[in-house]
């Protein structure tokens, strides 16, 4: 059957003038999605309490509004979780996103339609640029497209909203989204499998039922995508996966920069194939890759954005707007959006390539570590250290953590132990400290230890002579 393809190749022109209008005049687009977020949302509590009602320009809003992250905005989240519904936003929540928090508690973050809406339709503009970038290549639609979600559903918070992974919300045939449930004949969505508890037994699952399926589309966050190919590869004993699945074509990227990936890819896969790659999060869509370069636009009709320029690794206490941003500088993003995130710090760090149009790389997360979407805080780090120095009756002079990708991610611990309080073993030492980080980060010990395992592998520790740091 042909028909995803043939229908792609006949209305993609005019889909994709539709979903492209709002990017002809940026600052426009940008001005007017802002006043429409602060019109919506002027009711709430978070609103009255910083006067939307007087807001009529960008200035009023940023003299107002002060840049922010979660632990601001967790009150308001907490008050909607206790029966407030419009604490936040006015907007309904569907879902509560969860993510890593930088205080060791997971971010609840309002997923609302247009969360969902704006995701959905990105997507579909990257694979709508690439068919119209190469018609005869639309032939990836009509095979199945290999999704791989995160858990839709951890639980419910005591509102009754569920809790889950935004991959895994967005593909869910809910409500107004019933439509999706058409498209099932073409996924291939091993979520059934995801409940295994022995992630061995899992991949092993997931490996043999995917062969003889014609997958020629995957679409799936960097580092957990990647991780699942080459179990795949490793339990079907082939080379690599066009041996399996020889009609694979076709890949789009979420969550992260691919450039320390896409090699690996590539030789998982067999060879070189098509990738795009999108600017997603839980707390929106951003931006996406529209051609072969591979560098992403923004969505300006998505969220209001602000950037804050970081020199030497410092940033200023600047709000810069989307005309403002000069080349090959880099920029910390701060993103406004209808379910709630108001001059909402993302403690991304983008770096513009082109100014016409703006043109941009992830370059990386401004105070974590972060290797496959675990984003491990410093806080997390300390606290994981100083339980295992209880618990091995040891002290150390000084530390540092290091991530690498060689051979897979994974944390590299460099200490420097005082001279009488040297663990009396070193693997119990490095395995608390794992085992701790498992227990304060739960993405962490996802792809350490659960579903995702492979994704991240064991952490090495390495033990300098005395006096070493002072020397670097």
Same mark, same amino acid.
């Given at each position: 059957?042909?028909?995803?393809?043939?229908?792609?190749?006949?209305?993609?022109?005019?889909?994709?003038?539709?979903?492209?209008?709002?990017?002809?005049?940026?600052?426009?687009?940008?001005?007017?999605?802002?006043?429409?977020?602060?019109?919506?949302?002027?009711?709430? =509590?978070?609103?009255k309490?910083?006067?939307?009602d007087?807001?009529?320009?960008?200035?009023?809003?940023?003299?107002?509004?002060?840049?922010?992250?979660?632990?601001?905005?967790?009150?308001?989240?907490?008050?909607?979780?206790?029966?407030?519904?419009?604490?936040?936003?006015?907007?309904?929540?569907?879902?509560?996103?969860?993510?890593?928090?930088?205080?060791?508690?997971?971010?609840?973050?309002?997923?609302?339609?247009?969360?969902?809406?704006?995701?959905?339709?990105?997507?579909?503009?990257?694979?709508?640029?690439?068919?119209?970038?190469?018609?005869?290549?639309?032939?990836?639609?009509?095979?199945?497209?290999?999704l791989?979600?995160?858990f839709?559903?951890?639980?419910?918070?005591?509102?009754?909203? @569920?809790?889950?992974?935004?991959?895994?919300?967005?593909?869910?045939?809910?409500g107004?989204?019933?439509?999706?449930?058409?498209l099932?004949?073409?996924?291939?969505?091993?979520?059934?499998?995801?409940?295994?508890?022995?992630?061995?037994?899992?991949?092993?699952?997931?490996?043999?039922?995917?062969?003889?399926?014609?997958?020629?589309?995957?679409?799936?966050?960097?580092?957990?995508?990647?991780?699942?190919?080459?179990?795949?590869?490793?339990?079907?004993?082939?080379?690599?996966?066009?041996?399996?699945?020889?009609?694979?074509?076709?890949?789009?990227? +979420?969550?992260?920069?691919?450039?320390?990936?896409?090699?690996?890819?590539? =030789?998982?896969?067999?060879?070189?194939?098509?990738?795009?790659?999108?600017?997603?999060?839980?707390?929106?869509?951003?931006?996406?890759?529209?051609?072969?370069?591979?560098?992403?636009?923004?969505?300006?009709?998505?969220?209001?954005?602000?950037?804050? @320029?970081?020199?030497?690794?410092? +940033?200023?206490?600047?709000?810069?707007?989307?005309?403002?941003?000069? =080349?090959?500088?880099q920029?910390?993003?701060?993103?406004?959006?209808?379910?709630?995130?108001?001059?909402?710090?993302?403690?991304?760090?983008?770096?513009?390539?082109?100014?016409?149009?703006?043109?941009?790389?992830f370059?990386?997360?401004?105070?974590?570590?972060?290797?496959?979407?675990?984003?491990?805080?410093?806080?997390?780090?300390?606290?994981?250290?100083?339980?295992?120095?209880?618990?091995?009756?040891?002290?150390?002079?000084?530390?540092?953590?290091?991530?690498?990708?060689?051979?897979?991610p994974?944390?590299?611990?460099?200490?420097?132990?005082?001279?009488?309080?040297? @663990?009396?073993?070193?693997r119990?030492?490095?395995?608390?400290?794992? =085992?701790?980080?498992?227990?304060?980060?739960?993405?962490?010990?996802?792809?350490?230890?659960? @579903?995702?395992?492979?994704?991240?592998?064991?952490?090495?520790?390495?033990?300098?002579?005395?006096?070493?740091?002072?020397?670097?």
């Amino acid at each position: 059957m042909k028909f995803l393809s043939l229908l792609a190749r006949i209305t993609g022109k005019f889909i994709l003038k539709y979903f492209e209008n709002g990017n002809l005049n940026p600052s426009e687009t940008q001005l007017k999605l802002l006043s429409n977020i602060i019109k919506h949302n002027r009711t709430t =509590k978070f609103g009255k309490n910083h006067n939307f009602d007087e807001i009529r320009s960008i200035r009023d809003f940023q003299k107002r509004v002060q840049v922010s992250d979660y632990e601001y905005i967790r009150p308001y989240v907490q008050e909607t979780i206790n029966g407030h519904r419009s604490a936040l936003t006015n907007s309904k929540i569907l879902f509560w996103g969860q993510t890593s928090g930088t205080s060791g508690t997971p971010k609840l973050i309002p997923i609302t339609k247009h969360v969902i809406d704006t995701f959905n339709s990105m997507s579909f503009r990257i694979l709508l640029n690439y068919i119209k970038d190469f018609p005869e290549k639309a032939g990836f639609l009509d095979g199945k497209w290999f999704l791989l979600p995160g858990f839709p559903l951890l639980r419910y918070e005591k509102d009754g909203t @569920p809790v889950g992974f935004i991959t895994g919300i967005i593909i869910q045939p809910f409500g107004i989204y019933y439509w999706k449930k058409f498209l099932s004949p073409f996924y291939y969505y091993p979520l059934k499998y995801l409940s295994i508890q022995d992630s061995e037994t899992r991949f092993k699952k997931i490996a043999t039922d995917i062969r003889g399926k014609n997958v020629t589309y995957a679409m799936g966050v960097t580092s957990v995508l990647i991780n699942l190919l080459e179990k795949i590869v490793k339990y079907n004993q082939v080379d690599n996966l066009l041996e399996i699945l020889p009609n694979f074509r076709f890949t789009l990227f +979420s969550g992260g920069s691919t450039r320390n990936y896409i090699d690996k890819f590539y =030789k998982i896969v067999g060879k070189k194939i098509d990738v795009r790659e999108g600017y997603f999060a839980t707390e929106g869509s951003f931006a996406i890759q529209k051609h072969e370069k591979p560098v992403m636009e923004f969505v300006y009709d998505s969220c209001f954005y602000e950037f804050i @320029p970081v020199s030497n690794g410092k +940033s200023s206490s600047e709000r810069l707007l989307i005309n403002q941003l000069e =080349k090959n500088k880099q920029y910390m993003l701060v993103i406004s959006c209808y379910n709630g995130l108001y001059a909402y710090n993302m403690k991304d760090i983008v770096e513009i390539v082109s100014t016409d149009p703006i043109e941009i790389v992830f370059a990386h997360r401004e105070g974590v570590i972060d290797l496959a979407d675990e984003k491990l805080t410093p806080n997390e780090i300390f606290t994981a250290i100083s339980e295992a120095c209880k618990n091995n009756t040891c002290g150390y002079t000084d530390f540092s953590v290091i991530g690498t990708y060689n051979p897979k991610p994974h944390y590299i611990f460099l200490f420097e132990f005082k001279e009488k309080e040297v @663990p009396k073993d070193y693997r119990a030492f490095l395995n608390d400290i794992d =085992k701790n980080l498992q227990e304060l980060n739960e993405v962490y010990y996802f792809n350490i230890a659960g @579903p995702n395992k492979g994704a991240l592998i064991e952490p090495e520790l390495w033990v300098l002579k005395l006096g070493a740091f002072s020397k670097a």
